[in-house]
Nanobody
Framework: QVQLVESGGGLVQPGGSLTLSCAASGFPFSSYAIYWYRQAPGKEREWVALISFDGRTTNYADSVKGRFTISRDNAKSTVYLQMNSLKPEDTAVYYC??????WGQGTQVTVSS
């Protein structure tokens, strides 16, 4: 079955960096675009970034553009989200997603001093 497993979250100070990973299994990974979303407490889930099946196309929400970088390694069936210059407002549970309404369990990112 389709599985998406996020990891790499944690507590970081403002201005710091984290790299999230999304390990996929159960489907032909290199055939699918992958998305990152996040959900902050009391807020709706919002889209953060996407990467095409071959990694050639990426797109970002305005709120993270220039600070976050999405990438993928199809040989490892893994997508990454490099997050730099983190702000308190980036605090959220981060989820990776595949078309067809498949979601991981999420990983918590907390940006606080």
């Amino acid at each position: 079955q389709v599985q998406l497993v996020e990891s790499g979250g944690g507590l970081v100070q403002p201005g710091g960096s984290l790299t999230l990973s999304c390990a996929a299994s159960g489907f032909p990974f290199s055939s699918y675009a992958i998305y990152w979303y996040r959900q902050a407490p009391g807020k709706e889930r919002e889209w953060v970034a996407l990467i095409s099946f071959d990694g050639r196309t990426t797109n970002y929400a305005d709120s993270v553009k220039g600070r976050f970088t999405i990438s993928r390694d199809n040989a490892k069936s893994t997508v990454y989200l490099q997050m730099n210059s983190l702000k308190p407002e980036d605090t959220a549970v981060y989820y990776c997603s595949r078309p067809g309404n498949y979601w991981g369990q999420g990983t918590q990112v907390t940006v606080s001093s």
